[in-house]
């Protein structure tokens, strides 16, 4: 008998980051991959980049993927959709319901129809030699899934982003007998979500998140507006908020485009069901009184242009807050937007609103989509995996979700702490380990969603040192036959600290000086220019005790 197809685990992205989620599994002629999603640069070191797309070379060699099988519908495991199917048109996208008509209007946008699979979760389905099944979890969006491969080199679980809710809002609990079943079976390879894996205990089910918004709602803080900011597809928690609004008699406004979509999927799928006419028109929010009023809107990471900035700035067209109102933040600070976010609060707080966020608040407004220490260590316990890959998560919390998966009972050499790019094997009754090859993998830098330009790292450390220092353009016309100076050189600067016209007549007298130190044929040589105007300029600033700007030197020959 030949020996079995070894199976290959790629990661693309999601290890050693919180985002870009894009896992490569590679069975002889099969490869399938488990999302492909983007990251988010904070606000304030954006640089002009919008999203962060994982670098897909590596699907340029080998079998062409099949599939791509999609955990969720966050943007961290669908949003680099449009940048897979562009190279690979033929791949089925494969999801739940309610992933597929989130991901299907995305893609729409864009221009993109690929062939959608429809799944279920225990609905099991070939992809070549993989058997596909589909594992109910929970998380902060509906209908997500992890995934059972049974591939020749035995059964990999991926469990996508989960977290074990006793009592979740839409009543859909993980799939704990279906997991323990695959684990009573034998599970080769466990690769689970470690984006909590430093937060000891269990996360907060989303029920109690709901009673306590309600609890806050009814309460006397809410004597006006109430704004809830949140994940627009966040709709277990649009869920409780419209729960509650009802009896109090107050209609609910959605506001931001993420905000009114998703709603508008989760009604016609019948994820949420609410009276028909407990939604209010942006537009009309004004015919009722701030007591009749319950605003949902997207923004609460402190994005420029989102409803909630909007309305903290008191620009938004058709609702404006009043002294009295109440803003409820109901959601996790993304790290990096701390200031954003406190910036937004602050004139939220000079409008004479009263602010509450996870902070500030002892009452409850918001809980993790994800699975803390508790969670995890019961996902490791149902599985019992031979081989354990931390994912979706920095490296710090792979280490600490490798360490937690040892102390659970999993052998020392079967936990493997792999990063994008490394080449994970699997061979049947053997721990899984990391080939020395390593498979290309990096990101993108987009200068806009979906068909936007990879900026590349060279511009971008171009605008960093920009952003810095600031640029002196040198400006200098030479005689093209005997490189005398014609005109300057003259100094143009831009951002640039310290600038006076006594510092940039000394930066000029030097590149003047530079100049003249060349020989007769270096100054006919452009290159030997600028680099002698080049050099002249920086000298007169102080190498390490100033900010030296950027110089482009720009020569003009007569
Ligand atoms: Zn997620
Ligand atoms: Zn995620």
Redo the contacts with the bound molecule.
């Keep these: 008998m030949p020996d079995p197809t070894p199976v290959r685990l790629i990661p693309l992205g999601g290890l050693g980051e919180v985002g870009m989620n894009c896992l490569a599994v590679d069975c002889g002629e099969d490869r399938l991959l488990v999302d492909c999603g983007l990251l988010f640069p904070s606000a304030e070191a954006a640089l002009g980049v919008e999203v962060i797309a994982p670098d897909l070379t590596f699907l340029a060699t080998g079998p062409p993927p099949r599939a791509v099988l999609l955990t ?1 519908a ?1 943007e ?2 669908v949003g680099a959709l449009p940048q897979l199917l562009r190279k690979f048109p033929d791949i089925a996208v494969v999801g739940t319901r309610f992933t597929l008509a989130v991901v299907k209007e995305k893609l729409k946008e864009h221009g993109l129809a690929p062939g959608f699979r429809e799944v279920v979760a225990r609905g099991s389905f070939a992809q070549g030699q993989i058997e596909v099944e589909p594992l109910q979890v929970a ?3 509906p209908d997500a899934v992890g995934y059972a491969l049974r591939t020749p080199a035995g059964i990999i679980v991926h469990t996508g ?1 989960f977290k074990i809710d006793w009592s979740p809002a839409d009543g859909r609990l993980l799939d704990v007998g279906r997991f323990a079943e695959l684990g009573e079976e034998g599970v080769s390879c466990l690769l689970s979500d470690s984006t909590n894996a430093e937060v000891p205990g269990n996360s907060v089910s989303e029920r109690e998140v709901s009673e306590s918004l309600a609890r806050i709602m009814g309460g006397p803080l809410a004597r006006g507006r109430v704004v809830v900011a949140m994940f627009g597809s966040n709709l277990h928690r649009v869920r409780g908020v419209v729960k509650a609004a009802v009896p109090l008699g107050r209609k609910v406004c959605l506001l931001g485009r993420s905000m009114q979509q998703n709603v508008r999927l989760a009604l016609d799928l019948g994820y949420l069901d609410c009276p028909p006419d407990l939604f209010v028109d942006p537009e009309a929010a004004d015919h009722f009184a701030p007591r009749e009023l319950v605003v949902l809107c997207t923004g609460a990471q402190g994005e420029a242009r989102s409803a909630l900035s909007r309305l903290a700035l008191g620009e938004h067209a058709d609702v404006q807050l009043d002294p009295g109102d109440l803003v409820i933040f109901s959601s996790r600070q993304i790290p990096g937007n701390e200031r954003s976010v406190g910036a937004i609060v602050d004139r939220l707080v000079r409008r004479g609103c009263r602010v509450l966020t996870a902070d500030n608040s002892s009452e409850l407004v918001h809980s993790t ?1 994800h699975a803390c220490q508790g969670e995890q260590r019961m996902m490791i316990e149902l599985v019992r995996p031979r081989s354990f890959v931390p994912i979706h998560g920095e490296y710090r919390m792979l280490e600490a979700h490798a360490r937690l998966a040892s102390s659970a009972g999993v052998d020392k050499r079967g936990c493997v702490l792999a990063e994008d790019g490394d080449v994970i094997e699997l061979v049947p009754g053997a721990f899984a380990s990391k080939a020395a090859e390593r498979a290309p993998s990096g990101r993108l830098y987009l200068d806009t969603r979906g068909a936007g330009s990879d900026v590349g790292e060279v511009a971008l450390r171009d605008r960093q040192l920009l952003a810095d220092s600031g640029l002196l353009i040198c400006l200098c016309v030479l005689d093209r036959k005997s490189g005398e100076v014609v005109r300057g050189p003259e100094l143009l600067g831009k951002g640039v600290s310290g600038l006076d016209d006594r510092r940039l007549a000394q930066a000029a007298g030097a590149a003047r000086e530079a100049l003249a130190e060349l020989a007769a044929t270096e100054r006919t040589d452009r290159a030997s220019v600028e680099e002698a105007l080049r050099r002249g300029v920086r000298s007169a600033w102080k190498k390490g005790v100033e900010k030296r700007p950027m110089v482009l030197p720009v020569v003009i020959e007569l």
Excluded: C, F, I, W
């Design positions: 969720h966050h961290d495991h998380h902060s969006v982003d989509g």
